[in-house]
């Protein structure tokens, strides 16, 4: 390389950086807000002390056949979930679950544990209480829509 060719980069470099200065600033202003929250010094540990150790098989992972297969196939499903997710009652509905999950995973051991046979009498007797009826409401209702969206895969 000449000292020519050097300088055409220098000139097309420098006219690149006055024709886009704005965007040039903002990645600046964005890196500034990274860095103040921390995040450059942990993408710079990441890089410097987990990566190299790790970068084969990184690699190796996200570059095998398998792996590549994986993702095409996963595409349709990613979009269909974020469908999913974008219609306000279904996220609320997921919301409601997730945040609450530790109480109904108590709720579902403690039913399990200590659990004696249930009489026909003590079953009626559970489906006067409210809640029990609405979640038993809700899952036939979300069986027989499951149901019909399953006799549309057929």
């Excluded at 990274?34 to 150790?53: C, H, Q, R, T």
């Amino acid at each position: 390389m000449n000292g020519n060719d050097d300088l055409l980069k220098d000139n097309e470099l420098e006219s690149a950086l006055e024709n886009n200065m704005d965007v040039v600033l903002a990645f600046l202003r964005l890196m500034e807000r990274l860095k103040a929250a921390g995040l450059v010094e942990a993408l710079d540990y990441i890089s410097s002390d987990v990566i190299p150790d790790n970068l084969a098989f990184f690699a190796r992972a996200f570059t095998s056949k398998d792996m590549l297969e994986t993702i095409s196939k996963s595409g349709n499903t990613l979009i269909s979930a974020l469908f999913l997710l974008s219609n306000r009652e279904m996220s609320d509905m997921i919301k409601a679950i997730s945040f609450n999950g530790q109480g109904i995973a108590e709720a579902v051991r403690e039913g399990a544990s200590g659990s004696r046979p249930l009489s026909v009498l003590k079953i009626m007797g559970m489906l006067k209480d409210p809640e029990v009826a609405a979640g038993l409401n809700a899952m036939i209702s979300g069986l027989k829509a499951f149901g019909n969206v399953l006799k549309k895969l057929d």
